[in-house]
């Protein structure tokens, strides 16, 4: 069967993501922004959720587990992608653990594979 277009279906939905896209830009939602240079490399987003400041040993919550953003938005190369915070949290459990060492503020978290932020579903726990 083929598909058959449905204005006011996609009209709709069209509103929403204009609505959206309005809230982000002006302000309305709080929107925490990450560069992420090396995820075409890696095929994934490291998502920061402790951090050891000043290298003391001791890891402290940050990043995804103290933000107050509605949103996180990743610069991926010369595109901007905003995920829900709540979705990202939830993600976590299905990702693997990670950990950056460079610089005076050590950090661990996880790897947020890029096909997850397509996929309808959770991402794969093989990630």
Not at 12 to 37: C, M, N, P, S, W
Not at 81 to 97: A, G, I, K, M
Request: with cysteine; glycine share 8%.
């Amino acid at each position: 069967m083929r598909a058959q277009p449905n204005f006011d279906l996609d009209l709709t939905h069209g509103k929403v993501a204009e609505e959206l896209g309005r809230e982000l830009l002006f302000g309305i939602r709080k929107v925490e922004y990450k560069r992420q240079d090396r995820a075409p490399e890696f095929g994934s987003l490291f998502i920061e959720t402790e951090c050891d400041k000043g290298r003391r040993g001791c890891y402290a919550p940050s990043g995804l587990r103290v933000t107050q953003a509605d949103y996180w938005g990743f610069l991926i190369g010369n595109i901007m992608v905003h995920v829900p915070t709540v979705w990202l949290r939830n993600q976590e459990r299905y990702c693997r653990s990670a950990e950056c060492r460079d610089g005076n503020c050590p950090t661990k978290g996880f790897r947020l594979p890029l096909v997850a932020l397509f996929a309808k579903e959770k991402a794969s726990a093989s990630t």
